[in-house]
C-alpha cells in the first residue's frame, strides 16, 4: 500500500511542482540568452534593456519561489489531503495511518531535493561557459604546503578521503534534517487538528514549541562542545562527536513527531 | 453469521458533549437501514465511528465481526456529507484512484452509471456542479461491492429526477450479502426503500422497528411519526 | 407504470393489492414472468425485501410460481384469475350498492347510471 501512496501523492504534488520547476529552468534559459546579448549587443537598444529588467525580475520572483514552495508545497499537501474535506476520502482508504504519513514524507523529502537540484541547474546555466572555465582552471593551481607542490584539485580530494566521516556525518545530517523540517510542520498540524476552534493558532503555537526545543537542545549541545574542546582532543574529533550528537537529537525528536502525529491521525482524528 | 454491524454501549463524546450515549445496535446483511434523526442527533457521528474517522469513548464496535481498521475499511464504502474528491481532478483520475485502493471497485458497474448519468471521464471536478459532484461521489460508492454502505444524505442536495435515479440504484445494487444505512432527514421520500428504522435523539436510541410495524402499529407514515416524536 | 404508495397504510399490503390487480386486469399477461424483485422493486421505489414479501403473498393465492433458478412467472390458470376478478368485483359490487341503496335509489335508475359509464 506505501507504494500506491507514494505513487498518487508523488502525482498529485508533481503538478504544483512541475510548472514551477519548468518556469525556472526556462527563464534560467532565458536570462543567460539575454545576458549573453547584453554583453555582445553594443547598441544602447531600449526595448532590450527593458525586456532584459522585466525577464531578471521574472526570474528572480521564480527563484524565490522555488525556494520557499520547495517545502512549503509538500506541508500543504498534507494538510489539504489529511485534514481537509479531502481527509474525508484519505482516512477512509484501506491503509494504515502510518503509511499515509511516510508517504507523505519521503515524496515532499524527494521534491525537496529535486527543487535544490533545479536550483543548482538554474544557477549553473547562468554561470556556464566563462566562469566554468574559471574554477576548472584554478583548480590546477598548485599552491605550496610544507615544501610540497599540490594542486587545489588533489587537495581537495585528499580532504574529502581524509575527512570522510565528517562528511558522512554532514550528508546524514542534512538528510535528517529534510525529514525533519516537514515532520515538525505535520506534528504541528496534527495537534492544531484536535482543538476544535482555533486550529491554525495552535499549529503556530506548538510549530514554535519545537523549534525552541529544538534551540535549546542546540544551545544544550554547544555548551557540552565547549566543555569537550580539551587541549589535546583533535578538531575533527570535535567537529565528529557534535555532528553525531546533533544527528541523534534531530532523529530522535523527528521520531518522537512521527509518533505523536499518528497516534493522532489514528485515533483523535478531527475531521469537521 | 447473519450480522454486519454490532454496537454495543456506544459511547463518543466531545468535551463534555455527549454525542452517542451507550448505543445498542445490530444491522443484519441484506437489509436498508435508515438512520434519522434531527441535526445533531449523533447520525453523522455514529457513522463517522463505522467509516473509521472517529474513535469511541467506551463500548464495543465491529463489523463483519471486526474492530474497526483497516480491515474493515476493505468492506466498508462510506458517503459522507462533504466534496471529499479532489477539485484538480478528473473523472478518470479519480476512478482510477478507487481502483487502486478498492479490490472491490467494479469498474463496469462505474461505466455505466457514469453513461446514465451523461457524466464524462475526462470531466474536470472543479468544473461540476454541487449536483454532479454528489452524484459522482454517489456512484464511486456504490460501484463498491462492499458489505457495508454507509450514506450520509444521499438524496438531499440533488434534484429529484437524480433522487429518483439514486434511490432506484440503491434498491437494483441490493446484494443480501450486504448492508446499507442511510442517514436522513428526507424521511418522506425514501421510506418504502427502508427495511428498518433506526430513530436517535440526542444520542439515545429511540426507535427501532420495521417501516410496516410502525405504519401498522400508529396507522403513520414513518415521516409522521417523526415529526410527531421531534416535534419542537 | 408508476406505482402509487400511499402513506398510512402497511408497504407490503399496498404492493400486494397493485400487483393483484395488474395480474388481474392483464396489465401482466398470463403465463409470463415478471422483473426480478429487484427490478420490481426499483420500479416501485420499495425495499427488495418488501417486494419479495408481496410476491410470497401472492404465490400463497395462486397468482405467482416461482421457479427457483429462472424467476417468477404469472400463473396460465386462467380460470383462477377470472375466479378471483368476479370475487373482487362482486366485493366492489355489493359494497356500492349497499352505499347506493341508503340514497334511495332503484334498481333500475342504478342500472341507468352504470350504463352511462364507460367500460
Known amino acids: 500500500m506505501l507504494g500506491k501512496l507514494f505513487k498518487t501523492e508523488f502525482k498529485a504534488s508533481g503538478r504544483l511542482y512541475l510548472p514551477l520547476f519548468i518556469g525556472v529552468i526556462f527563464f534560467a534559459v532565458v536570462e543567460r540568452i539575454m545576458l549573453e546579448l547584453e554583453t555582445r549587443v553594443s547598441d544602447e537598444s531600449l526595448v532590450l534593456n527593458i525586456l532584459f529588467g522585466v525577464i531578471t525580475v521574472i526570474f528572480v520572483l521564480i527563484i524565490i519561489s522555488v525556494c520557499v514552495s520547495g517545502q512549503f508545497i509538500s506541508i500543504y499537501r498534507f494538510y489539504k489531503s489529511v485534514f481537509t474535506d479531502e481527509g474525508y476520502l484519505t482516512n477512509t482508504l484501506p491503509v494504515s495511518s502510518s503509511s499515509i504519513i511516510i508517504s507523505k514524507l519521503l515524496v515532499g523529502v524527494l521534491y525537496t531535493v529535486f527543487s535544490y537540484i533545479v536550483l543548482f541547474i538554474s544557477g549553473f546555466i547562468m554561470v556556464a561557459g566563462n566562469l566554468l572555465t574559471n574554477v576548472l582552471n584554478s583548480l590546477r593551481i598548485t599552491f605550496g604546503i610544507e615544501n610540497t607542490q599540490i594542486s587545489l584539485l588533489d587537495f581537495v580530494l585528499s580532504s574529502i578521503i581524509n575527512l570522510r566521516l565528517t562528511i558522512t556525518l554532514v550528508v546524514l545530517l542534512i538528510v535528517a534534517a529534510l525529514f525533519f523540517n516537514i515532520l515538525m510542520f505535520y506534528v504541528a498540524f496534527a495537534i492544531g487538528n484536535m482543538a476544535n476552534r482555533k486550529k491554525v493558532l495552535l499549529s503556530i503555537i506548538i510549530y514554535i514549541g519545537v523549534v525552541n526545543v529544538l534551540s535549546f537542545i542546540s544551545a544544550g549541545v554547544a555548551v557540552f562542545v565547549d566543555w569537550l574542546t580539551w587541549d589535546n582532543v583533535l578538531m575533527v574529533n570535535v567537529i565528529n562527536i557534535t555532528l553525531a550528537i546533533i544527528l541523534a537529537v534531530i532523529v530522535v525528536i523527528g521520531l518522537v513527531c512521527f509518533f505523536v502525529t499518528n497516534k493522532i491521525i489514528k485515533s483523535k482524528l478531527n475531521l469537521e | 453469521m447473519s450480522e454486519i454491524l454490532k454496537c454495543t454501549g456506544l459511547t463518543k463524546k466531545y468535551g463534555s458533549l455527549v454525542a452517542l450515549n451507550n448505543l445498542d445496535l445490530s444491522v443484519n446483511k441484506g437489509q436498508i437501514i435508515g438512520l434519522l434523526g434531527p441535526n445533531g442527533s449523533g447520525k453523522t457521528t455514529l457513522i463517522k465511528l463505522i467509516a473509521g474517522l472517529l474513535k469511541q469513548n467506551s463500548g464495543e464496535l465491529t463489523v463483519n465481526g471486526e474492530k474497526i481498521g483497516i480491515n474493515t475499511k476493505k468492506i466498508v464504502s462510506y458517503l459522507p456529507e462533504r466534496t471529499y474528491i479532489p477539485d484538480w481532478m478528473r473523472v478518470v483520475d479519480i476512478i482510477k484512484m478507487f481502483e487502486n485502493f478498492y479490490e472491490d471497485f467494479n469498474i463496469e458497474k462505474v461505466k455505466t452509471m457514469l453513461d446514465n448519468l451523461g457524466i464524462k471521464f475526462n470531466q474536470r471536478i472543479k468544473a461540476m456542479s454541487k449536483g454532479t459532484k454528489e452524484k459522482l461521489q454517489l456512484i464511486l460508492v456504490m460501484s463498491r461491492e462492499a458489505q457495508l454502505y454507509l450514506l450520509d444524505e444521499p438524496i438531499a442536495g440533488v434534484d429529484p429526477a437524480a433522487r429518483d435515479y439514486i434511490l432506484r440504484t440503491i434498491i437494483t445494487n441490493y446484494n443480501p450479502e450486504a448492508a446499507v444505512i442511510i442517514s436522513t432527514h428526507l424521511i418522506q421520500d425514501i421510506e418504502t426503500v427502508l427495511d428498518d428504522v433506526i430513530m436517535i435523539q440526542n444520542g439515545n436510541l429511540k426507535i427501532h422497528k420495521t417501516v410496516d410495524e410502525i405504519r401498522e402499529e400508529s396507522g403513520k407514515s414513518v415521516d409522521e411519526l417523526f415529526r410527531e416524536v421531534f416535534r419542537c | ?119
Open chain 3, 1 to 119: 407504470m408508476a406505482w402509487e404508495i400511499k402513506n398510512d397504510r402497511p408497504v407490503y399490503i399496498q404492493l400486494v393489492e397493485e400487483l393483484e390487480m395488474r395480474i388481474l386486469n392483464g396489465t401482466y399477461t398470463v403465463g409470463t414472468k415478471l422483473l426480478s424483485v429487484r427490478d420490481l422493486a426499483g420500479e416501485a421505489q420499495v425495499n427488495p425485501n418488501t417486494m419479495q414479501k408481496a410476491l410470497s403473498e401472492l404465490e400463497k393465492k395462486g397468482l405467482i410460481s416461482s421457479r427457483r433458478t429462472s424467476g417468477n412467472y404469472i400463473t396460465d390458470d386462467e380460470k383462477l384469475i377470472r375466479d378471483l376478478r368476479t370475487e373482487l368485483a362482486s366485493n366492489e359490487v355489493g359494497e356500492f350498492c349497499g352505499k347506493v341503496k341508503k340514497l334511495g335509489i332503484t334498481k333500475k335508475e342504478t342500472i341507468e347510471l352504470i350504463n352511462k359509464e364507460d367500460f
